[in-house]
């Protein structure tokens, strides 16, 4: 990808390895437990099976036009990188979706069974709190504002509770506001998270803080819209994709509206540290996966 420099996607990357090798490892040595390494087996062939790290490409790319030091938004980044994986495999699981391929490979409980691929989406729930916990200490309202942005966008009011009205809608009456809402909750919630805890670590002023956030929710909303163009099959209407309700085109109009607005919001920035973030918010007009 042109827009964000390879380095910080290979230092993502191995600063991930790094983390999952060394500290479940550890404790490895020590216990000899093969139910243990069946699980970090399970984490890893999830966490690292080609996903297109969309969520840290976002941070990333905020955080260089804020002239952030990378290795501090690596940790954060990380997490809700963990977070988004652990709601992958439990999504794929029979008792939610029931899917058997992911990423064009087998989902995690086909590989590993039920009972590992639920634990390995417990740990990495889990482990994301220890990473903002383990590097943020050092600054403890930063790493307090991080663990309150990234449990309420993961939790109840977040992600989880948004799987759960998805759960309970009735599928054949769902309106267009009840599928946007569960829409935000979703999987906008996560994607805006990332914006709200790179604010936070730049400890921004309230009103660039509050430009952020707004960047961050019109982005999550960009991203589910390009979703459901993407899933959208005329011969097949699924009431809960949003191009059912409007029609193809109708969607793809109010993508670039909603891309547009969520350039505007970054104007308050240096103007030449522009061009790599309104980059992203075409990729994500544009992907195809
Ligand atoms: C607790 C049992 C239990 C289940 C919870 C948390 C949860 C299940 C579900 C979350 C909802 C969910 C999976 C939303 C989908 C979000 C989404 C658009 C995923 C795809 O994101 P991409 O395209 O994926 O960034 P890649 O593969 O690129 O990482």
């Known amino acids: 990808m042109i827009f964000l420099p390879q380095t910080h996607l290979d230092n993502f990357e191995s600063f991930l390895k790094k983390h999952f090798l060394h500290i479940p490892l550890s404790q490895l040595e020590k216990n000899q437990n093969l139910g243990q390494e069946k699980l970090l087996e ?39 990188e963990c977070i988004h994986t652990y709601s992958l495999i439990h999504d794929d699981l029979p008792s939610m979706d029931n899917d058997s391929v992911r990423r064009g490979k087998p989902t995690n409980h086909m590989v590993f069974g039920e009972a590992t691929a639920l634990l390995a989406g417990d740990a990495l729930l889990t482990e994301a709190f220890t990473l903002v916990s383990q590097y943020y200490s050092i600054n403890p309202s930063v790493g307090l504002s991080l663990v309150t942005i990234l449990s309420s966008a993961s ?24 599928l946007n809402e569960i829409h935000q909750l ?40 390009k979703d459901d163009l993407l899933d959208f099959n005329i011969q097949n209407k699924d ?18 509206a909603i891309s547009l607005e969520a350039q505007e919001t970054l104007l308050f920035m240096e103007t030449n540290r522009l061009e790599p973030l309104n980059a992203l918010i075409r990729y994500n007009q544009e992907r195809e996966l």
Not at 157 to 177: I, Y
Not at 239 to 256: D, I, Y
């Open 186 to 225: 979703k999987t906008g919630a996560l994607i805006q998270s990332v914006a709200k805890g790179v604010a936070a670590i730049a400890q921004l002023p309230t009103n660039q803080n509050l430009k952020l956030e707004q960047f961050g929710s019109l982005l999550g909303r960009a991203f589910q819209i």
């Open 239 to 256: 009431p809960k994709n949003l191009a059912s309700h409007l029609g193809f085109q109708e969607t793809t109009k109010v993508l670039n």
């Open 42 to 80: 399970s984490i890893k062939y999830s966490l690292f099976s080609g996903g297109k790290r969309f969520r840290p490409m976002v941070g990333y790319l905020l955080g260089d036009a804020l002239n952030l030091e990378i290795q501090n938004l690596t940790p954060w980044l990380a997490a809700v």
């Open 155 to 178: 939790g109840f009011q977040g992600m989880v509770g948004g799987q759960a009205l998805d759960l309970a809608v009735d599928t054949q009456h769902v309106s267009e506001s009840s």
